[in-house]
């Protein structure tokens, strides 16, 4: 965060309004949306609700059954939030992808990649592999690129203002990338135990060690140390009502933690949606409304990009590294879990998979060394091939490549599992050491004042 700017309150990324422009958006747009104009006699058409962007009902991984959407805490989080990712430092998002732009989607095809539809917000660019279906022989791999649609309620300036919009300064907002930063900003004043870390000066801890045996004290000093104590009560009593009030304040963030979430997201759009090529991909495969054309996209993405948080990088750090490896992700949660023991196994069932989808070339591989060795067998057993030191020495090489070579393989796939092995041991140390455990539980028992602050009840409408 930039201290020039802590005190700003956010403002929504763009102006125009793409789904029901009106008509000063069909003058900004210079009749790209004749259609769409209001007629200069009859009056703007009135903007539907913002309820009727949701979807018909979602899950909720807290309950067993589906719920209906509304514009609450509990489906916002669900939509908007990054789910595992909220949990990692920023510092540790380069073992997921490289810090750099997503690319274009035209691009994503050039390099063969499948675009998959994901409706959950930690998957949105990952990348995976998936089997292409028996096509052309069989036991092939494809690239996957999971990518989530943007929600039509994004594209309302409404949802920005009215939804996502908090009262609490850029200083109140530290609680956005990482778990680890969040639980500093919460905890500051206290430690584990919920006291406070360094007593002020003139506490009462300093002065019962300062203090001596109160009976060589005469009655002067003992009233003197009943001044200090109460004086250190209270400074005590102000201290912890100041770190209650810097925790709510923190914790009243998650706003603009959904805030940062979406906006990296729109961010990421932008990115992807680049060209009129891509904005056809998109549209093909679903990930942009219907409604959205290529003028009114081109619109809001110079706003987008040039709107002063996303000049400023004040968005979810998560955005800045464009696509990740799903797979590594994955391995990250369970080692951040204590699981190291299913991540060596997860590495082990990829060599399977490897040999599973590769066995008809090492097949083919394995059968043409039987031949060759059969073959030079049957030539040494005559005499012309027998007497060639050419043929001899051709035979004994050959020999040693067949025996050398099955060996050297394996044990080229037990030092990378072995290296495997150390690299993610050292990962699992290290992250038991700058993952803080209580940082997920802090953030979410802290949300729950958080929401009652600025939504009220979960379940209620905004």
């Known amino acids: ?144 690129l999971y990518l989530k649609p943007l929600p039509r309620f994004l594209l309302d300036t409404r949802f920005w203002e009215q939804v996502l919009a908090c009262e609490c300064k850029r200083d109140d907002t530290v609680v956005v990338m990482s778990g680890r930063r969040s639980w500093i900003s919460r905890r500051s004043g206290s430690n584990s135990n919920g006291s406070a870390q360094s007593s002020p000066p003139g506490s009462l801890r300093s002065q019962s060690q300062m203090q001596p045996h109160p009976q060589s004290q005469s009655q002067q000093q003992r009233e003197q140390q009943r001044q200090q104590r109460a004086q250190s009560e209270k400074t005590v009593t102000s201290s912890a009502s100041a770190a209650s009030t810097s925790s709510s304040a923190s914790s009243t963030c998650e706003k603009r933690h959904l805030w940062d979430c979406a906006l990296g997201f729109l961010y990421s759009y932008a990115a992807l949606v680049a060209h009129e090529s891509d904005f056809r991909i998109a549209q093909e495969h679903g990930l942009l409304p219907a409604e959205v054309t290529w003028h009114s996209w081109r619109l809001l993405t110079r706003q987008v990009v040039t709107s002063p948080d996303v000049v400023a990088h004040r968005f979810h750090q998560r955005f ?108 699992h140390l290290v992250t038991s050491h700058l993952y803080v455990g209580t940082a997920r539980q802090a953030m979410i028992v802290d949300g729950v004042n958080a929401f009652q602050h600025h939504w009220g009840d979960s379940k209620s409408e905004v």
Not at 44 to 50: A, D, I, K, V
Not at 117 to 124: F, G, P
């Open 320 to 427: 800045l590294y464009g696509e990740m490896m799903l797979h590594r992700l994955r391995e990250i949660s369970q080692l951040k879990r204590g699981g190291l023991v299913p991540v060596l196994i997860g590495r082990l069932d990829r060599f399977a998979r490897f040999f599973q989808g590769n066995v008809r070339w090492l097949a083919s591989l394995m059968a043409y060394i039987a031949i060759v060795l059969s073959s030079l067998q049957a030539g040494l057993t005559t005499d012309r091939l027998a007497a060639s030191s050419a043929f001899q020495s051709f035979a004994s090489g050959f020999t040693m490549f067949s025996l050398i070579a099955p060996l050297s393989i394996l044990l080229a796939f037990g030092g990378y599992f072995g290296l495997s092995l150390v690299y993610h041991v050292g990962v």
């Open 1 to 144: 965060m930039n201290g020039s700017d802590s005190s700003l309150q956010p403002t929504p990324p763009f102006s125009i309004n793409i789904l029901w422009p009106t008509s000063a958006d069909g003058d900004a747009n210079s009749g790209l949306l004749p259609s769409r104009k209001a007629s200069p006699r009859s009056p703007p058409p009135p903007p539907p609700p913002l309820e009727s962007y949701l979807p018909g009902v979602y899950r909720d991984e807290s309950l067993p059954q589906l719920s209906t959407p509304s514009l609450t805490a509990a489906y916002l989080v669900t939509e908007l939030g990054l789910g595992r990712l909220d949990g990692f430092s920023h510092h540790w998002f380069w073992l997921l992808g490289s810090p750099a732009l997503p690319r274009p989607l035209h691009d994503c095809v050039h390099r063969g990649r499948t675009i998959c539809v994901t409706e959950r917000m930690d998957r949105h660019l990952g990348l995976g592999l998936g089997s292409d279906g028996g096509r052309g022989g069989g036991g092939g791999k494809r690239d996957l």
